[in-house]
Structure formats: structure tokens, C-alpha cells
């Protein structure tokens, strides 16, 4: 199915849009950013576009998430939307066709949510969990426990799994069905809850791919990096999507970033 990736920013998406170089040199892809500001990464987004990509930048008057996401759907030309956040970065390559082709069968779809935030002593429920697992780990068990059974779609349960909780890190919906209630985001209100899971549910039933993941660092800054285990650890699973990401964050370490 024809798909738009979509990224909706403050501005600051560098790493993220680094992160979608090996994605572009596998499929190039139409790129739209919808942000308040211009996006920063105009080297980066020159890159892509020389990769065959097209990149179109939407400018909203604030980014209320809520109206962020109906801009990203409203303004989407193509048959399915992915959105990732500006704090996310998606794996393996391949992985945007996949979620993509997913849409045919389910109304949304969505990758595995996977932490990458260093935390010696996380809020339950946000462990680091980098392996596949089964729905009798005992992490997984206090997870669940903890955040209600939509939780699991944090976790690689070694299949895919059905959800209606819809993650706001990573998704992919059809378009034409998603636009049936971009109405009531256009107006969202804090006490309305969570946008992107009151949108799942509306939706209705959507699939969790088990083997395709999101790595969300969540108010990216190189020490959340920690050029140790997290850094290694993705290194070593996805060189191409690590390199990206991990080389502009030594370079904002050490003052050196250069949108070229």
C-alpha cells in the first residue's frame, strides 16, 4: 500500500530523521514533518531527499499532540500514515514496509515499544527489556500488573499480538479510516485522556508486530545515550540504525553537530 511517514516535531527531529537514512536507502519514502517551527536537520533532510525521498514540511500554529495528529492525518496523500515520534527511532530496515503492509488486514498497526532510557531504578512497567520474551516473564507479568494488559505491547512476546491500545511512539493507520475522527482531535481537551489511545480504540482491534521495534529515548540528549550498554546493545542488533543516531549524539556531546 502506498504510505506517508510522517514526524510530528517541536523542531528538534534531528536524530530521529537520521535514523530514517537506512530505512530511505532500502525504500525511499514520502516524508512529511508537521511542526510549529522550522524542522532543524536541513542537512540531513537534504540527504534524504537526494535518497529519492520526498520531504514536505507543514507548519501548524502550535503542537497540541492532539492536533498534531489530526494534521498528520488530514494532511496525509497517501493510503496509509506512519508516524513516528521525534524521540524514536524504528528497526529493523524494512520495518516501515512491513507496518505499512499490516494496514491491510487491521486498522492500525504498530511496532514494539522499546525503552531506551537508562533508568538504575525504572517506574514499573518501563524496564529495558532488549530480548524476546513470553507472557510468563516475571517482568513482564508486574508490567502487566502495574499498567493494565494493553502494557504488552512493550514487550516482544515472540508473536505478533492484537491490541486496542494504540502506542503514540510508532503507528501506522489507514488514512481514509482515521480521518472519520480527526474532528474531535482537532478539539481535544486535556481531561479527554490520552489521545492516541482514545484513537486506538476507536479504531478498533490492531496488530502488534513482534520482531519490528521503535526505540524510544524520550527528550533525546547524548547522556541518555550513555555510550555504554543501550548504545552497545543496539549496536550490535542494528548497525545501520545505531550508526545514524549514535553518531549525531558524539557529535552534539563533544559540540560538534553540523546539520551536513
Known amino acids: 500500500m502506498d504510505y506517508e511517514v510522517s514526524i510530528a516535531t517541536r523542531g528538534d527531529c534531528d536524530a530521529a530523521l537520521a535514523a530514517l537514512i537506512p530505512h530511505a536507502a532500502s525504500?525511499?519514502?514520502?516524508?512529511?514533518?508537521?511542526?510549529?517551527?522550522?524542522?532543524?536537520?536541513?542537512?540531513?533532510?537534504?540527504?534524504?531527499?537526494?535518497?529519492?525521498?520526498?520531504?514536505?514540511?507543514?507548519?501548524?500554529?502550535?503542537?497540541?499532540?492532539?492536533?498534531?495528529?489530526?494534521?498528520?492525518?488530514?494532511?496525509?496523500?497517501?493510503?496509509?500514515l506512519v508516524s513516528i515520534d521525534d524521540d524514536a527511532a524504528l528497526a529493523p530496515v524494512g520495518a516501515i514496509r512491513r507496518l505499512a503492509d499490516a494496514v491491510s488486514d487491521y486498522p492500525w498497526a504498530a511496532p514494539v515499544v522499546r525503552f531506551v532510557q537508562n533508568h538504575r531504578n525504572p517506574p514499573v512497567g518501563h524496564t529495558e527489556i532488549w530480548e524476546p520474551t513470553d507472557e510468563h516473564d516475571p517482568r513482564v507479568v508486574s508490567a502487566v500488573a502495574a499498567q493494565g494488559t494493553g502494557w504488552r505491547r512493550v514487550f516482544d512476546l515472540s508473536h505478533d499480538i492484537q491490541s486496542t491500545q494504540l502506542p503514540g511512539t510508532c503507528f501506522v493507520v489507514n488514512v481514509a479510516t482515521a480521518r472519520q475522527h480527526t474532528a474531535l482531535l482537532r478539539e481535544w481537551r486535556p481531561d479527554l485522556g490520552s489521545e492516541d489511545v482514545w484513537l486506538g480504540a476507536k479504531l478498533g482491534t490492531g496488530l502488534i508486530l513482534h520482531d519490528v521495534y521503535a526505540y524510544h529515548w524520550g527528550n533525546w540528549s547524548p547522556g541518555k545515550w550513555n555510550a555504554g550498554f543501550v548504545a552497545s546493545q543496539l549496536a550490535e542488533r542494528f548497525p545501520s540504525v545505531y550508526h545514524s543516531v549514535a553518531t549525531l549524539a558524539r557529535e552534539e556531546e563533544h559540540g560538534q553537530h553540523s546539520t551536513g
Not at 524542522?39 to 502550535?62: F, H, K, N, Q
Not at 492525518?73 to 493510503?79: G, K, M, V, Y
Open 27 to 80: 525504500e525511499p519514502f514520502k516524508l512529511r514533518l508537521v511542526t510549529p517551527a522550522p524542522p532543524s536537520g536541513a542537512g540531513i533532510i537534504e540527504t534524504l531527499g537526494r535518497m529519492g525521498c520526498t520531504v514536505e514540511v507543514t507548519l501548524v500554529d502550535s503542537l497540541n499532540l492532539a492536533r498534531a495528529r489530526a494534521r498528520q492525518i488530514d494532511a496525509c496523500r497517501a493510503e496509509v
